[in-house]
């Protein structure tokens, strides 16, 4: 299984750059790098909150889950 994390998405309807994103969050641009490329292992509900809140959005439009290849042929 994987959880695919579509900030980029996001970002780019919103006409948002990542630059104005880790301001607005907060956070640091490597660990909003680290989450955008799906590198986490974990992400706080405050961080989702805030990030949400700045792209206007709702947590599924940034998360997407998908089953491995191999999960899906058993």
Not at 6 to 12: E, G, K, R, S, Y
Not at 24 to 46: D, E, P, Q, W
Not at 48 to 67: N, R, S, V
Request: glycine content about 2%; proline content about 1%; charged content about 30%.
């Amino acid at each position: 299984m994987a959880i695919i994390v579509n900030i980029d998405v996001m970002l780019a309807k919103r006409k948002m750059r990542v630059t104005e994103l880790s301001q607005k969050v907060g956070i640091t641009m490597a660990n909003l790098s680290i989450l955008k490329n799906s590198k986490a292992k974990a992400v706080r509900f405050s961080t989702l909150e805030a990030i949400c809140k700045a792209l206007d959005c709702q947590p599924g439009d940034i998360l997407e889950y998908k089953m491995d290849e191999e999960l899906e042929k058993m």
